[in-house]
């Protein structure tokens, strides 16, 4: 069975970083994408940030290029997403999600209900 598990989130002041974990378990694909989605309050769920194990590429949402930055650690089966110059606006639920199979980023990132499976979520909340 295919879990992931979000950690890392929390609260911090505007200005601030924090580092969000995905750990995957049960997870034996050769060719996957996995990425980072948010939704706050009111507003409609976005995709932030993708890895693909293909080649390696990643994507972000113009709204953090320069300021998050996705990462994976293979032997710990953990994708990260650094997050830094955090603002207000940040704040949301993130959640990790994957999607199995070839995924080429530069054609296009999966949408939420293409993914394959879902983490439970992890709160991010920057103060002003």
């Known amino acids: 069975e295919v879990q992931l598990v979000e950690s890392g989130g929390g609260l911090v002041q505007a200005g601030g970083s924090l580092r969000l974990s995905c750990a995957a378990s049960?997870?034996?694909?050769?060719?996957?994408?996995i990425g980072w989605f948010r939704q706050a309050p009111g507003k409609e769920r976005e995709g932030v940030s993708w890895?693909?194990?293909?080649?390696?590429?990643?994507y972000y949402v113009d709204s953090v290029k320069g300021r998050f930055t996705i990462s994976s650690d293979s032997a710990k089966n953990t994708v990260y997403l650094q997050m830094n110059s955090l603002k207000p606006e940040d704040t949301a639920v993130y959640y990790c999600a994957a999607a199995v199979g070839l995924i080429r980023l530069r054609l296009g990132v999966p949408e939420w209900h293409e993914c394959d499976y879902w983490g439970q979520g992890t709160q991010v909340t920057v103060s002003s």
């Open positions: 890895l693909s194990s293909s080649d390696g590429s990643t």
């Open positions: 049960g997870f034996t694909f050769d060719d996957y994408a």
